[in-house]
């Protein structure tokens, strides 16, 4: 943006918090320097140009249109301009410079330090002193702004998702309801259009570009859905119990993580482990090596034998 | 000049009103403008004003001596309200700290929470309650390791290593607890590894606070975290691995040098691999759902794993 433009910009912003009444357009030319004052088309069409990009940062310009007057009147309302009067005490001031330093992509952390600035501009002193306490959010992926923005202004998306194993990439449009950050990963969820269900979604596992469709505030979040639990759900599983031997002095992680553990026969001690997943469970045994042995259950038992047989081509 | 020049006009003009006499170099470190440009952005303010624009409508600032006085700018002495994304961000964040053991007894974000709502709006308030980062919950180790790092004292831990298998004992001068791609890290200087160190603190088996104050050396600088807490070196070799579509998850966890999808949703992946042994147990781990390309001697010695674990299965069937 130029200088010139910043100016007139400013300007104009000032002039609009500044009359009691709304002003035409052709008021507004007079006042605020910058303005052709010959080209009627040219002045109209950087008019329209400066109440958008006012618009675009959040500056509300009322409009008022008179019956008995043909050309509209626009001013900027005070209320719903000004940041309202907001103290901090010195610990709330503490934890919003924490906050504000959570995430670490563009979109967020610039949203973050707008705010601070503003708070601090409306002569709130908020504490950026280093702390001993560092958190960091990451929402490095790509599919991570377009949702957030269909979340805020409620619209439907559509991408490309590939699921867990598939080897497609399948289009899915979802009218979502909320995204989450578990175990450091995103998941979106939200109501499926094409299977008429709700569903959730690794924001990974998103192929190319989200876009959204249809009009803003179309999307209705059902009353009370519980977001995480929606998340957590997926990961839950029926609970069993599998015996493996382990090699004494070895799996030391494994055997932090045992319910049971019991010294056996030459050389190797009985561990009792807790999973769900049997293929989760034969993984984490596999790369164990020679060290543990799955005694049962045998679909477990087989998972492993069928991963070491698969590492040996 | 990029185009948020106006919103830090509108932010920059009501802070030095409610901040007479701020200096420039720390005005301009706030705004993150070298000393110059924050001149420039003062000297265009300086050209605006009412309506008229004689020299008693315009704005009046002086930066005589390094202490900035702004005057006559009463129509833009509050700053802009805060945006929905503006107010979300720090929404969002705030309820994510809650979760944090630090604050679970205190009622501090509640409050915070309130008014950055009331200020910010219905839209904000509706938008952060549907953005949600979930903590899970902190190691038992935790406690600990946050109180010494706040009262800087030595820490001696028992640490597990996974891709060894060992736990080490260490003792560690805490510099920091960082919270990061969903997990809990104590950042310190190790006397054992004579460097940094980053540890997971749900891989602390034991901790004792000394009764020693920390006292790292100089060059214990922490490290950057903003493109992950795991950031290969140049010095670690290259291995390649060949993914099926099930296998695909190991370019979504660890950082990868190169992928090339191959199809069928196959994949290469090219990644830096400090310890022979952690590669060994993350092809085992994936069986055929991974091949090891390259080198061809790690290629051997997965086969060698392999064929030792089956051994155990023959023995016992």
Same mark, same amino acid.
């Given at each position: 943006?130029?200088?010139?433009?910043?100016?007139?910009?400013?300007?104009?912003?000032?002039?609009?918090?500044?009359?009691?009444?709304?002003?035409?357009?052709?008021?507004?030319?007079?006042?605020?320097?910058?303005?052709?004052?010959?080209?009627?088309?040219?002045?109209?069409?950087?008019?329209?140009?400066?109440?958008?990009?006012?618009?675009?940062?959040?500056?509300?310009?009322?409009?008022?249109?008179?019956?008995?007057?043909?050309?509209?009147?626009?001013?900027?309302?005070?209320?719903?301009?000004?940041?309202?009067?907001?103290?901090?005490?010195?610990?709330?001031?503490?934890?919003?410079?924490?906050?504000?330093?959570?995430?670490?992509?563009?979109?967020?952390?610039?949203?973050?330090?707008?705010?601070?600035?503003?708070?601090?501009?409306?002569?709130?002193?908020?504490?950026?002193?280093?702390?001993?306490?560092?958190?960091?959010?990451?929402?490095?992926?790509?599919?991570?702004?377009?949702?957030?923005?269909?979340?805020?202004?409620?619209?439907?998306?559509?991408?490309?998702?590939?699921?867990?194993?598939?080897?497609?990439?399948?289009?899915?449009?979802?009218?979502?309801?909320?995204?989450?950050?578990?175990?450091?990963?995103?998941?979106?969820?939200?109501?499926?259009?094409?299977?008429?269900?709700?569903?959730?979604?690794?924001?990974?596992?998103?192929?190319?570009?989200?876009?959204?469709?249809?009009?803003?505030?179309?999307?209705?979040?059902?009353?009370?859905?519980?977001?995480?639990?929606?998340?957590?759900?997926?990961?839950?599983?029926?609970?069993?119990?599998?015996?493996?031997?382990?090699?004494?002095?070895?799996?030391?992680?494994?055997?932090?993580?045992?319910?049971?553990?019991?010294?056996?026969?030459?050389?190797?001690?009985?561990?009792?482990?807790?999973?769900?997943?049997?293929?989760?469970?034969?993984?984490?045994?596999?790369?164990?090596?020679?060290?543990?042995?799955?005694?049962?259950?045998?679909?477990?038992?087989?998972?492993?034998?069928?991963?070491?047989?698969?590492?040996?081509? | 000049?990029?185009?948020?020049?106006?919103?830090?006009?509108?932010?920059?003009?009501?802070?030095?009103?409610?901040?007479?006499?701020?200096?420039?170099?720390?005005?301009?470190?706030?705004?993150?403008?070298?000393?110059?440009?924050?001149?420039?952005?003062?000297?265009?303010?300086?050209?605006?004003?009412?309506?008229?624009?004689?020299?008693?409508?315009?704005?009046?600032?002086?930066?005589?001596?390094?202490?900035?006085?702004?005057?006559?700018?009463?129509?833009?002495?509050?700053?802009?309200?805060?945006?929905?994304?503006?107010?979300?961000?720090?929404?969002?964040?705030?309820?994510?700290?809650?979760?944090?053991?630090?604050?679970?007894?205190?009622?501090?974000?509640?409050?915070?929470?309130?008014?950055?709502?009331?200020?910010?709006?219905?839209?904000?308030?509706?938008?952060?309650?549907?953005?949600?980062?979930?903590?899970?919950?902190?190691?038992?180790?935790?406690?600990?390791?946050?109180?010494?790092?706040?009262?800087?004292?030595?820490?001696?831990?028992?640490?597990?290593?996974? %891709? +060894?298998?060992?736990? /080490?004992? @260490?003792?560690? #001068?805490?510099?920091?607890? !960082?919270?990061?791609?969903? $997990?809990?890290?104590?950042?310190?200087?190790?006397?054992?590894?004579?460097?940094?160190?980053?540890?997971?603190?749900?891989?602390?088996?034991?901790?004792?606070?000394?009764?020693?104050?920390?006292?790292?050396?100089?060059?214990?600088?922490?490290?950057?975290?903003?493109?992950?807490?795991?950031?290969?070196?140049?010095?670690?070799?290259?291995?390649?691995?060949?993914?099926?579509?099930?296998?695909?998850?190991?370019?979504?966890?660890?950082?990868?040098?190169?992928?090339?999808?191959?199809?069928? %949703? +196959?994949?290469?992946? /090219?990644? @830096?691999?400090? #310890?022979?042994?952690?590669? !060994?147990?993350?092809?085992? $781990?994936?069986?055929?759902?991974?091949?090891?390309?390259?080198?061809?001697?790690?290629?051997?010695?997965?086969?060698?794993?392999?064929?030792?674990?089956?051994?155990?299965?023959?023995?016992?069937?």
């Amino acid at each position: 943006m130029s200088r010139r433009k910043t100016e007139r910009l400013l300007n104009l912003v000032i002039c609009l918090l500044a009359t009691h009444r709304p002003l035409s357009a052709e008021q507004i030319r007079q006042a605020v320097p910058g303005y052709d004052p010959d080209n009627d088309e040219a002045f109209q069409r950087m008019f329209e140009r400066d109440k958008n990009e006012l618009r675009e940062i959040g500056i509300p310009i009322d409009v008022h249109k008179d019956p008995w007057d043909d050309d509209p009147g626009y001013r900027i309302v005070r209320e719903s301009y000004e940041l309202p009067e907001i103290t901090l005490e010195h610990d709330e001031a503490a934890v919003i410079g924490l906050a504000a330093q959570v995430w670490q992509r563009a979109s967020l952390a610039e949203a973050a330090s707008g705010a601070l600035l503003k708070l601090r501009a409306g002569g709130v002193r908020a504490d950026l002193s280093p702390s001993p306490l560092e958190l960091r959010v990451d929402t490095r992926d790509p599919a991570f702004p377009p949702l957030w923005e269909a979340v805020r202004d409620r619209r439907a998306v559509t991408f490309g998702y590939r699921r867990a194993a598939g080897e497609s990439v399948l289009t899915r449009t979802v009218e979502p309801w909320g995204v989450v950050s578990r175990r450091g990963r995103w998941y979106v969820v939200g109501h499926d259009r094409d299977r008429g269900a709700s569903r959730v979604f690794r924001l990974g596992r998103i192929v190319g570009t989200v876009t959204p469709i249809g009009r803003p505030g179309s999307v209705i979040v059902p009353e009370g859905v519980d977001l995480r639990a929606m998340v957590g759900f997926q990961e839950m599983g029926v609970e069993r119990t599998a015996l493996v031997r382990v090699r004494r002095g070895t799996c030391l992680g494994l055997r932090r993580a045992a319910q049971e553990l019991r010294p056996g026969r030459d050389g190797w001690d009985e561990a009792e482990l807790t999973f769900s997943d049997p293929e989760w469970l034969a993984g984490w045994i596999a790369s164990l090596g020679s060290d543990a042995v799955v005694v049962g259950p045998p679909d477990a038992r087989e998972a492993v034998i069928r991963r070491l047989k698969g590492a040996l081509q | 000049m990029s185009s948020d020049r106006l919103p830090r006009l509108l932010a920059l003009v009501p802070y030095l009103m409610s901040h007479p006499g701020a200096e420039v170099p720390e005005v301009a470190e706030l705004f993150g403008l070298s000393e110059k440009q924050l001149i420039d952005d003062l000297q265009l303010v300086w050209m605006c004003g009412l309506p008229g624009h004689t020299p008693g409508d315009l704005i009046d600032v002086s930066w005589d001596g390094g202490e900035i006085i702004i005057d006559n700018a009463d129509t833009i002495a509050r700053p802009l309200k805060l945006g929905v994304d503006e107010a979300s961000a720090l929404l969002v964040a705030l309820r994510m700290l809650g979760e944090l053991p630090e604050f679970k007894d205190m009622d501090v974000l509640g409050r915070v929470i309130a008014k950055l709502e009331s200020a910010a709006g219905e839209g904000a308030a509706t938008v952060s309650a549907q953005v949600q980062v979930e903590i899970g919950a902190a190691p038992g180790a935790h406690a600990a390791i946050t109180d010494a790092t706040r009262r800087r004292r030595r820490l001696s831990l028992r640490y597990y290593v996974p %891709g +060894r298998d060992e736990i /080490t004992p @260490r003792e560690v #001068d805490p510099i920091r607890v !960082v919270l990061v791609e969903g $997990r809990h890290y104590l950042e310190g200087w190790c006397y054992r590894a004579e460097a940094m160190r980053m540890f997971r603190v749900d891989r602390i088996v034991e901790v004792e606070i000394l009764d020693v104050p920390a006292d790292p050396p100089a060059e214990a600088e922490p490290m950057d975290v903003t493109e992950g807490v795991f950031r290969p070196s140049e010095s670690d070799e290259l291995v390649e691995l060949e993914l099926t579509a099930m296998g695909r998850w190991v370019a979504e966890y660890y950082p990868c040098e190169e992928v090339t999808e191959l199809g069928e %949703g +196959r994949l290469r992946v /090219t990644l @830096r691999v400090r #310890d022979q042994s952690w590669l !060994v147990r993350l092809a085992l $781990r994936l069986g055929e759902n991974g091949t090891v390309i390259a080198p061809p001697s790690l290629t051997e010695q997965v086969a060698d794993a392999a064929r030792q674990a089956l051994a155990n299965y023959e023995h016992m069937a």
